[in-house]
Structures are given as C-alpha cells and as structure tokens.
C-alpha cells in the first residue's frame, strides 16, 4: 500500500517536523512528508527537510500581492505535491477561512496548550501566568477561527512550583512531540471520525 502524503508547514525550528520524521524513519506510521513549506527563508525546519532529502518550498508574504495569492501559492505547492492532510507543525500565520474550507478536516495544528485555555501566542507562557496546576498541549483540526477546531487529542503535563517558561515550555515540547506524531498515525489509519465538535478515534 502506498504512503500517506502529508505537508508540513513550519515557521521555525522545527522540532515538531523532526518527530513525525523519526516516528516515520522508524516504520511507525505509513506516512510519507512530501513537502515542506515555510514563510520564513531562514526556518530551520527547512534544514531538517533538506537532511531527510525532503522538497522544501519558501514562500515569502511580502514577495505576495495579497494573503489569498500567498495562501494560493501554499495550496498549489500542496497540491502539487498529492499532499492528503496539511500539518502546521509552528506555522506562525493564521490561514483564511477560504483556504481552511479548501482543506476541511484536512489540517491538522500542534497547539502547546490544552485549549480551549490559552490560545495564541504563548500559551505556556500564558498558563505560567495564570497560575494553572496542569498545562500540555492539543493537537487539533483547524477551522476558521484561532486554535478552536475539534481536538483530536491531547497530553497534559504538571506545572511546578518554581517552573521557568522554559521548564514548562519543554515538558510540554516533550508530549508535543508524542501527540503530533500520534494524531498523524491515527489519521494514516483512518481511525479519526470528525462529528461536529467531537472527534472520534475509532478503535
Ligand atoms: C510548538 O510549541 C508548537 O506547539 C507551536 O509552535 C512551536 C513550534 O515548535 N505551535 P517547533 O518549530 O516544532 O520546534
């Protein structure tokens, strides 16, 4: 049976790209990355592509006319590459509700939160703040809002006394790299069902 394809989109360094490229070196998942795309020239997601001799495509908002021709120009990169299901792996760009109906049920987000608490920029910083007991992260579909789709899963780490932002922030890279690589396995097994909000994983 021939692999999945995936694309992944990334931001920066890329540690969450690495899992789900191990998780695939190692025969975890029928899964193939066929592409990666950042908006950031000097990511180092791409570097980690380049390794695993994966196609990496740049591409620039400002070198854009508009958000829907840079979103365009993602979606043909997708598509050209027979890509299934899109993983934002750090994307740092929210995509328009356009391009999320082009793709429903068919992008995938690592949030390091466990939403619905702590959308958005930070969020371990944001649950550092708030004094929270547990914190983790969610891997989720994405829809039209920010970090709202149906979650998929999602792994909860303790917060403790005397954590730094970069103590937690680490614990909970930690799972993220387990629940990414997880929820992407699931979906290569068609054992994810999507009922409105709800998600389930059939057994
Ligand atoms: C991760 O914390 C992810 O949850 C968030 O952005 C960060 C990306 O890290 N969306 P990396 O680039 O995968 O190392």
């Known amino acids: 049976m021939n692999n999945h394809k995936i694309g992944v989109l990334a931001s920066g360094r890329g540690s969450n790209l690495q899992s789900v490229l191990d998780n695939i070196e190692n025969k975890k998942m029928p899964v193939e990355v066929a592409i990666v795309i950042s908006d950031k020239a000097d990511a180092f997601a791409l570097e980690r592509a380049k390794k695993a001799g994966i196609a990496q495509v740049v591409i620039l ?5 508009d958000k829907t021709d840079f979103e365009n120009k993602i979606d043909a990169a997708l598509r050209e590459a027979s890509v299934e299901l899109v993983v934002l792996a750090g994307f740092m760009r929210i995509l328009s ?5 082009k793709w429903k049920h068919k992008i995938i987000n690592i949030h390091p939160a466990l939403l619905p608490s702590f959308t958005g920029l930070d969020a371990q910083g944001q649950a550092l703040e708030y004094g929270v007991k547990v914190a983790g992260c969610t891997v989720h579909f994405v829809d039209e809002g920010m970090d709202t789709g149906p979650i998929i899963l999602q792994k909860v780490v303790p917060v403790l006394d005397g954590d730094t932002h970069d103590m937690l922030a680490d614990r909970i890279l930690v799972q993220e790299h387990i629940a990414l690589p997880e929820a992407i396995g699931l979906w290569a097994e068609d054992k994810i069902e999507v009922c409105g909000r ?3 994983i059939k057994k």
């Not at 908002?61 to 006319?65: A, G, I, P, Q, T």
């Not at 509700?97 to 109906?101: E, I, K, L, T």
């Open 61 to 65: 908002r400002k070198e854009c006319s």
């Open 198 to 200: 709800k998600v389930y």
């Open 97 to 101: 509700s356009d391009f999320v109906a």
